[in-house]
């Protein structure tokens, strides 16, 4: 029941508003209209793209059909190559395959990816010889194809044989191995001429195209056109040569006259069917129209004076012109005056209007009853229900009777209070404004500066950019003057007068002209610019003559009085004469210069700061040149100089310093700092407790770089250390010389002897061949401290990156005989791509010398096992060597296991030497060999390697 409520009072509001019905007569009927054109047109769309997706299919299933023609061909083509990979019958099947398929321009096999078999040969001998694996644009396709080891189609191409064409290649693999591959060659025209042959091209556009493999940019075959670029296209890809086949619609009109002219049709019938209803429900709406504005009308005139008198802003009255007596009020005059109607109704207007009032409010109503004032308009004052007395501006409207006499006043009253409580104040602030002013003790100068601006807007400067103004005003010194001319001086105080030593404003006024000069010239200018940005104050320092001509440093300060933003017609100017305060500055500034000039000429960082964070409030501009980094960087931050110390000296320098600062001591240290390159650099640091009125607050000291100083000390220490150890090794070489050759002269010497002593001939022969045997061990000796000396002098010493596999294989190869010999096992646990920069005849040396030993001592109760690892111990690279062998005792020989000709078995091979000259080429190459062993157990050497 609701909703057909609705709907009643739906069609009736419809009714009501024929425009409105018939708009929407017409809407609903266009809808409709549109709905089925669009439907029309969206069926003939889609049977046009269908046609082009079924089109663009048969082009690929064309294609597609000479694709699998050609596959079949070249695997034809590969099995007539025999095991030898020579092709059987070439020509003669290359011929039939041609005829069977009419695509196919020529045939070619191409072993190892030089061609080298074509048919037919005429026409393609420039093709014979091409090797395709090393031939850029040919290469990628073709590895392509023997990764993917199917047939793959390159190209369009430009033939060596001359034209464009597509060449299908497919690897062929003899035993696993990689033959060639057995190709096809298809003209581009005629593959297209074959797939496109049934597409009707006046409708369509047809392109081909591919995606470069080297350039990775898609590549047209077919002529490019533009024209078609925003027209709806379909596309295939052929992943056999990863082309794409692209089709699109010349036209695509779909918009034809069997669907515009029934739309169009339908359209104009319901705008015409929207337009009769239109007509139709007008003339009832037009009535109710004309009946409604009538009632209106009659309304307004009867409530039109009622709304007027009873609500109005303002206060109206009724009052009786002989009697003064109130007829009629309204509540706002209620509310003005504090009485309600009643009783306002009971009283004349003279009983609240003000005594001071009645006698001019008397001299008005004989001028209205004499004609001589129509309509007056008057300021008065009444009194209140409560005693206030009130201003209000009294409009009085005249009713006249036939004979030209008032029989009632109607008077608007409006609250005027604020407004006279407001001029009032004026006065007051007008007059305390004079007294200020004049008793100001600095000079003031109030000036109209409204011609001024009415100038800047006539010259287009308002609003302007404050370069723009300022550049105008310094290229046309002329338009300056002119302004100046147009500021009006109103008043001066008497401060003025004494500041430009003058005596009267008149002497002032007169000679205005003497203060004009090129420095106030530019301060007039920061003025004229400060209005075009439309600013109410401005504030800036200036330099101005008095009238002896003398310059002053004035502290200039311009502002406009409250109310006049607008115009400019009063504005108050202030030149506070601030020269002797300049002086002072200026001398403070030379003894900063001074001081700071004095600073920098100290080879080191001056530099004050807090004593409780060691936050800076100083830093000469030494630390630039020092550390790199600007007095600014370095105060931006409390805690910079703690978080730039070295981090390895950090804590100790905090921690020195705060002790030291507790106790109130001066103190001199020594720390690292980084600079902004990332340099450490060596400081040392003279602090000094700053003191005021005997107590600490805060200090300052002088930080010298000391670099080169620590870098000598170091290198001097090196250079102690280097000669300590050269000592050493000198003594110790010394010792190992004088024991070793006293031992074989001792020999010598002493066989010598009896050779002198013998008798026999056959006894001096033995002797001699003894001497022979001492000879040979003297020499060994020597071939053995020649090594040494070679091996501490570095002679010859050159570093490679050589593979630890390889020089690992090549010691097991040398010793091949003796592992077989003690059925030894070697695990070696390197990776692959371990490279280390060391010499290769020292690499080789120690890896003899360690291996040899762990098989030589192998234990007689088990096999030997070694085991050969590669660890990272401290951020050194460690070759680790274990076995399981009969050990060393450390507990004895742990001093002397390095040491030349020392042996710790009964073993008749130990000779002493192995270990001594592994030691030493070890530590020729910077690095160290450290040995652990248990007797019976087995022996590690890790060899650390830098």
Request: include cysteine; proline fraction near 3%; hydrophobic fraction near 40%.
């Amino acid at each position: 029941m609701t909703s057909k409520n609705y709907r009643l009072k739906f069609f009736r509001w419809l009714i009501a508003k024929p425009k409105t019905a018939g708009l929407f007569t017409f809407l609903l009927l266009s809808t409709i209209v549109g709905f089925i054109g669009f439907q029309q047109y969206k069926i003939a769309k889609d049977d046009h793209q269908l046609a082009m997706r079924n089109t663009l299919h048969v082009i690929h299933q064309n294609i597609e059909q000479s694709l699998k023609s050609s596959y079949t061909s070249t695997l034809t083509l590969a099995l007539t190559i025999n095991d030898q990979g020579i092709p059987e019958d070439f020509d003669t099947i290359s011929k039939k395959l041609l005829h069977s398929n009419l695509p196919l321009s020529a045939i070619e096999l191409v072993p190892q990816g030089v061609i080298k078999y074509v048919y037919p040969m005429k026409g393609n001998e420039a093709a014979i010889g091409l090797n395709i694996l090393e031939t850029p644009y040919l290469k990628e396709e073709a590895l392509q194809s023997i990764e993917n080891q199917k047939m793959y189609f390159a190209g369009p191409i430009d033939l060596k044989q001359g034209g464009t064409g597509i060449v299908g290649r497919l690897p062929v693999f003899l035993r696993g191995n990689f033959w060639g591959f057995s190709a096809v060659i298809i003209k581009l025209e005629d593959l297209l001429k074959s797939s496109v042959a049934y597409v009707d091209l006046s409708k369509y556009y047809f392109q081909f195209s591919k995606v470069d493999p080297i350039t990775n940019k898609e590549v047209y075959f077919l002529p490019i056109e533009n024209n078609f670029s925003n027209n709806y296209s379909v596309s295939l890809v052929i992943p056999d040569g990863n082309w794409k086949l692209e089709l699109t619609a010349k036209k695509q009109h779909y918009l034809s006259a069997a669907i515009l002219i029934p739309t169009l049709l339908g359209l104009f019938l319901a705008g015409l069917f929207g337009f009769l209803i239109t007509l139709i429900l007008k003339k009832p709406a037009e009535l109710q129209l004309l009946i409604n504005q009538q009632a209106e009308k009659l309304l307004k005139s009867e409530i039109k004076f009622k709304t007027i008198f009873d609500h109005a802003a303002v206060g109206i009255t009724n009052v009786d012109a002989i009697t003064g007596k109130f007829i009629e009020v309204n509540s706002q005059f209620c509310k003005l005056v504090g009485y309600t109607k009643k009783e306002l109704k009971e009283k004349t207007y003279h009983s609240i209007t003000h005594p001071d009032d009645l006698l001019n409010d008397a001299n008005i109503n004989f001028q209205v009853k004499q004609g001589l004032v129509r309509d007056p308009s008057i300021e008065k004052r009444y009194l209140t229900k409560e005693g206030n007395i009130i201003w209000v501006n009294l409009s009085v409207s005249p009713l006249w009777n036939n004979n030209e006499n008032p029989t009632s006043n109607i008077a608007v009253t409006q609250d005027i209070t604020l407004r006279k409580e407001a001029e009032e104040l004026t006065k007051k602030t007008e007059i305390r404004f004079k007294s200020l002013f004049e008793d100001s003790p600095l000079p003031l100068w109030e000036e109209d500066f409204s011609e001024v601006k009415k100038q800047l807007h006539f010259l287009g400067l308002m609003a302007e950019s404050e370069e723009k103004v300022t550049a105008y005003f310094r290229q046309n010194p002329n338009e300056v003057e002119k302004c100046i001319t147009l500021v009006k001086v109103i008043n001066v105080n008497q401060e003025c007068l004494r500041f430009n030593n003058v005596d009267t404003k008149t002497a002032l006024f007169t000679n205005l002209n003497t203060f004009i000069n090129e420095e106030s010239i530019e301060t007039f200018i920061h003025q004229l610019v400060a209005i075009t940005q439309g600013k109410k104050n401005l504030n800036l320092e200036a330099i101005i003559r008095n009238s002896e001509g003398l310059s002053r440093n004035i502290n200039l300060r311009w502002n406009i009085i409250s109310g006049y933003e607008d115009t400019l017609e009063r504005v108050i100017v202030s030149t506070e004469d601030i020269t002797e305060r300049k002086n002072t500055e200026k001398k403070i500034i030379d003894s900063q210069k001074q001081i700071e000039s004095l600073i920098n000429t100290i080879d080191g960082i001056v530099w004050e700061s807090d004593i409780i964070n060691f936050s800076f409030s100083f830093i000469s501009k030494k630390v630039e040149g020092i550390l790199g980094y600007t007095p600014q960087e370095w105060l931006a931050s409390e805690t910079f100089w703690v978080d730039h110390i070295y981090p390895e000296d950090r804590e100790s320098t905090v921690k020195y310093c705060a002790s030291q600062t507790s106790q109130n001591l001066d103190h001199d240290f020594e720390y690292r700092m980084v600079s902004k390159d990332e340099r450490i650099v060596w400081l040392r640091d003279i602090v000094s407790i700053v003191y005021e009125d005997d107590k600490a607050i805060g200090l300052r000291g002088v930080m010298i770089d000391i670099t080169k100083n620590k870098e000598s000390e170091e290198d001097l220490n090196n250079s102690f250390n280097l000669v300590t150890e050269q000592n050493k090794r000198l003594l110790n070489f010394s010792y190992i010389v004088s024991h070793n050759l006293r031992s074989h002269t001792s020999n010598i010497t002493s066989i010598i002897s009896l050779i002198e002593m013998s008798d026999s001939e056959e006894e001096k022969n033995d002797l001699l061949l003894l001497i022979k045997s001492v000879s040979n061990s003297l020499n060994e000796t020597m071939l053995h401290l020649n090594e040494v000396i070679n091996i501490r002098n570095n002679i010859g010493l050159v570093s490679e990156s050589v593979n630890l596999n390889q020089y690992i294989e090549a010691a097991q190869n040398v010793l091949s005989e003796q592992i077989t010999a003690k059925k030894a096992t070697i695990l070696t646990q390197i990776p692959s791509d371990v490279v280390v920069n060391y010499n290769p005849a020292y690499l080789e040396s120690v890896l003899y010398n360690i291996l040899s030993n762990s098989i030589r001592y192998s234990h007689p109760d088990r096999l030997p096992i070694i085991n050969i690892k590669w660890l990272i111990e401290d951020e050194m690279n460690v070759l680790q060597i274990s076995d399981n062998g009969i050990g060393i005792d450390l507990v004895k020989n742990a001093d002397k296991i390095f040491g030349m000709y020392k042996t710790f078995s009964n073993n008749p091979e130990s000779k002493g030497i192995g270990l001594f000259i592994t030691k030493n080429q070890i530590d020729a190459m910077n690095g160290a060999i450290t040995v652990n062993s248990i007797p019976n157990e087995g022996t590690t050497f890790k060899i650390y390697i830098r």
